[in-house]
């Protein structure tokens, strides 16, 4: 289905393409254009980039084509002198020479480039660290060679760092101690991706639980959602080999199952929202809740359950909750405006400057074709009597 309508679409853009150059009426072609342009957003629609068809209807077959037809009637370009020769005969071959020349070379540019299998440019991956380790205090935190997070305290989180993708070896030294001459807390592999944003959890409890890295692979991309956002959670209790995570206020189950040192990324719509952390398969008390907070659209949320030993032996409930803005996805509204107006804002004025170039082009050339204007010669509605006449006289008696 999908082709045909490709196909069909196609042919009446091509069709109106054509009829737009051969067509002698300037009216005519300028309506045929925004067949053209029509077809074009449908084309768009289709690629699932709405934004662009709307802009397309909005700005080239509404505001642009709209001035177009107001210089066509003011000139009165559709009035051609039927006969009338151009001045430039030689304009029609060149410019046919010219378009299939640029057609070749467009073509061999797409054939070569190999559009279809060309994948967006990702960007390098960005990395913070969450501390939940039990049993210690203020860590450092160090990915091969260098250092990505310090003096890190319990339940606290490091910022967003862009980061060379590859292999690292991730490790954990109490705060202010040689990396290299102190024995490590933690010690782990952790290889890192393009396009991708890493929340590293180190968690568990020294000589209970052995220490590890959580590593919650997710993206900062927006929500495919309406108004939606992407959440992270991270189960870090030792105790509780499986959880599930619940909507208070509906009861809804969003997350099942979520075993110990295991991270999951689900989808969420905006609002208010009370979560809370079950045991798998109990609906009793919960283990810990998520205080009624708001969540806003093209935001991604992590929330890392975990507890601390107190003096007593008892245990206090860690919640740890960290909020990050959703970057541009490629292709959407937002990254090509921010494309257009930083590192194709040249090229952007350009091509406006071309098009005013072009509007002033059509107007000479159309009223190079209309020809000389008839000239108009005033006439009196009652011309006078002619005063050589002689005025009737009477006949003599």
């Not at 060379?164 to 592999?189: F, I, K």
């Not at 944003?197 to 929500?223: N, W």
């Not at 860690?318 to 541009?328: E, K, P, Q, S």
Request: glycine fraction near 6%; aromatic fraction near 8%.
């Amino acid at each position: 289905m999908e082709l045909t309508l490709f196909l069909i679409v196609g042919a009446i853009a091509i069709v109106a393409a054509a009829m737009m150059l051969i067509s002698e009426n300037a009216v005519y072609s300028a309506l045929f254009l925004i067949l053209n342009f029509a077809c074009i957003a449908f084309l768009f629609l289709m690629l699932h980039a709405p934004f662009l068809a709307m802009v397309q209807i909005t700005v080239y077959a509404g505001a642009i084509m709209v001035l177009f037809l107001f210089v066509i009637m003011l000139l009165g370009a559709e009035r051609v002198v039927p006969g009338f020769q151009p001045r430039f005969r030689w304009f029609t071959p060149v410019v046919v020479a010219l378009a299939l020349v640029f057609l070749l070379i467009a073509s061999i540019a797409v054939i070569n480039g190999e559009v279809d299998t060309t994948e967006p440019r990702k960007a390098q991956p960005y990395v913070r660290i969450v501390h939940v380790l039990d049993g210690v205090g203020a860590l450092d935190f160090y990915l091969g060679d260098q250092q990505v997070a310090h003096g890190l305290a319990f339940g606290q989180a490091s910022e967003y760092r862009q980061w060379r993708d590859g292999e690292y070896q991730l490790r954990a030294v109490e705060a202010g101690q040689d990396p290299q001459g102190a024995t490590p807390l933690l010690d782990q592999v952790i290889a890192l991706e393009k396009g991708k944003s890493y929340s590293l959890t180190a968690a568990g409890r020294l000589g209970e639980a052995a220490p590890q890295v959580v590593t919650a692979a997710h993206t900062l991309d927006y929500s495919n959602q309406k108004d939606g956002l992407r959440a992270v959670v991270v189960n870090a209790l030792p105790d509780r080999l499986r959880v599930d995570l619940r909507d208070m206020d509906t009861n809804e189950t969003l997350v099942e199952a979520l075993r110990y040192g295991e991270a999951r990324e689900f989808q969420l719509s905006k609002g208010v929202r009370s979560l809370a952390l079950y045991s798998t398969g109990s609906q009793r008390t919960p283990i810990a809740e998520l205080p009624e907070q708001e969540l806003e659209a093209n935001t991604l949320v992590l929330w890392v359950f975990a507890e601390q030993r107190q003096p007593d032996n008892s245990f206090r409930d860690v919640i740890v909750n960290l909020r990050a803005d959703a970057t541009t996805t490629f292709g959407s509204p937002t990254h090509i405006g921010r494309l257009l107006l930083s590192e194709y804002v040249l090229p952007f004025q350009l091509v406006g400057l071309l098009l005013l170039v072009a509007m002033i082009g059509a107007i000479v050339l159309t009223h190079e074709a209309l020809g000389p204007r008839p000239r108009l010669v005033r006439r009196l509605a009652n011309p006078p009597a002619v005063v050589s006449q002689s005025a009737p006289t009477e006949p003599s008696k």
